[in-house]
């Protein structure tokens, strides 16, 4: 999804949440400067046929045994340190596991750090620490050195990654849009409300099978 595309749901959101633009395009302009010694892929060579998405629903752990992880596997945040399995990417705005994502970045994942309004003090801290390959992306308009694939919430994000490299064929495993896996200091029913939200946008793309 190119910005042009993006840019309606997301002005939907910031009125829905009372987010402020200016405070994302701040956001956008710290990460694309704290990236700007980071290596970034050239994502015309992670280009992918198949793909898997692991959110951090109560039921991950579940479907993963009873279905598997075909082709490429991409972790929305806290998914990384519930999963057994390498991961090929993470998708991450830094609000959970940093222990395991810097980790699996330093293995060679793909971080694909997101940076918004609500986040500036995370971006400051963690992004200098990861070693690996860096995709940087953000909500607004992108500035340059970084991207925006549309998508509000890490797993919405990542599925709409997995369409942009290419995927026909993107499976979801650990997606519960009813019952948001607990973090410490969130508020559930702000996480249900954006679990609503990225409903949404996941049932658009037509490669998206559950299981």
Same mark, same amino acid.
């Given at each position: 999804?190119?910005?042009?595309?993006?840019?309606? *749901?997301?002005?939907? +959101?910031?009125?829905?949440? #009372?987010?402020?633009?200016?405070?994302?395009?701040?956001? @956008?302009?710290?990460?694309?400067?704290?990236?700007?010694?980071?290596?970034? =892929?050239?994502?015309?060579?992670?280009?992918?046929? &198949? #793909?898997?998405?692991?959110?951090?629903?109560? /039921?991950? &752990?579940? &479907?993963?045994?009873?279905?598997?992880?075909?082709?490429?596997?991409?972790?929305?945040?806290?998914?990384?340190?519930? *999963?057994?399995? $390498?991961?090929?990417?993470?998708?991450?705005?830094? %609000?959970?596991?940093? #222990? &395991?994502?810097? @980790?699996? /970045?330093?293995?060679?994942?793909?971080?694909?750090?997101?940076?918004?309004?609500? /986040?500036? !003090?995370?971006?400051? $801290?963690?992004? =200098?620490?990861?070693?690996?390959?860096?995709? !940087?992306?953000?909500?607004?308009?992108? !500035? !340059?050195?970084?991207? /925006?694939?549309?998508?509000?919430? %890490?797993? %919405?994000?990542?599925?709409?990654?997995?369409?942009?490299?290419? @995927?026909?064929? +993107?499976?979801?495993?650990?997606?519960?849009?009813?019952?948001?896996? =607990?973090?410490?200091?969130?508020?559930?029913?702000?996480?249900?409300? $954006?679990?609503?939200?990225?409903? $949404? +946008? +996941?049932?658009?793309?037509?490669?998206?099978?559950? =299981?």
């Amino acid at each position: 999804m190119e910005f042009p595309q993006w840019q309606p *749901l997301y002005q939907q +959101i910031l009125a829905d949440f #009372a987010y402020s633009a200016a405070d994302d395009e701040k956001a @956008a302009l710290l990460l694309a400067k704290l990236c700007r010694s980071k290596k970034i =892929p050239d994502l015309n060579l992670l280009r992918v046929s &198949e #793909a898997t998405v692991c959110g951090c629903g109560p /039921n991950l &752990e579940e &479907e993963v045994a009873a279905y598997g992880l075909p082709g490429t596997v991409l972790a929305a945040d806290g998914a990384v340190a519930r *999963l057994k399995q $390498k991961v090929d990417f993470i998708v991450t705005d830094l %609000d959970g596991s940093l #222990a &395991e994502q810097l @980790a699996a /970045n330093a293995d060679g994942a793909v971080a694909v750090i997101h940076a918004h309004g609500d /986040n500036l !003090p995370l971006l400051q $801290k963690y992004v =200098p620490q990861f070693r690996g390959p860096v995709v !940087p992306t953000v909500q607004c308009q992108p !500035p !340059p050195g970084t991207f /925006n694939f549309g998508g509000f919430t %890490d797993g %919405d994000r990542a599925v709409l990654l997995a369409q942009t490299l290419g @995927a026909q064929k +993107i499976h979801l495993r650990g997606f519960d849009f009813n019952q948001p896996y =607990p973090k410490a200091g969130k508020d559930l029913a702000v996480k249900k409300k $954006k679990l609503q939200w990225a409903q $949404k +946008i +996941i049932t658009q793309i037509p490669a998206v099978s559950f =299981p």
